[in-house]
């Protein structure tokens, strides 16, 4: 099955031939914990779950903020299919120009088992929405410079005082839907 690689050190992007099994996508990341992210339309971008405790390079696939290698499938109806992106058009859409209130987050975050993707609810208007952690870092990151760094510390606080990281970023999602009206 035809894939396209990103290896998260040189950005490189390579078309692979995969035969998927079971173990395809834990074998290509030595890893038993995989995230699926949706963000490219007909496509799924899998990545390594362990990648943000490792320290790896993070960079974007359009708005989507990926850490580590990964591997993009085409997806159709839940299955994983022949990518049909080309090369140069995922080339094109990554962007290593990872900024500092990203940098610093997550170093932050590299010291504790949060999962970047994993959703959580919030409540807006009586209804119940999810999001996640990459959401509210996207959110925080377009905010002026005084509630950056507000984040930063309060993030700071939360890690020493040992809350876990999901229940402070829930927090803040809580905290922007409210602004939000």
Known sequence: MKALSIDNQTQEVKELDLNMAANTLYTFFSSILIDELPSIKEHVIYSDANALSEKKKAYFIGEQLVIGDALIFGREDFNDTD?????????????????????????????????LYRA?????????????????????????????????????????????????????????????G
């Open 83 to 115: 990518a049909k992106i080309t090369q140069e058009e995922l080339a094109s859409l990554i962007n290593t120009d990872v900024n500092e209130f990203y940098t610093e987050v997550l170093e932050l975050l590299s010291a504790t088992d949060i999962n």
């Open 120 to 180: 959580f609810e919030v409540e807006k208007s009586g209804e119940n929405i999810s999001l996640n952690t990459e959401w509210v870092l996207y959110t925080f990151n377009i905010a002026d410079d005084r509630t950056k760094e507000y984040f930063i510390n309060e993030l700071k606080k939360s890690l020493a005082t040992g809350e876990n990281p999901e229940k402070y970023m829930q927090k803040m999602a809580q905290l922007a839907m409210n602004v939000a």
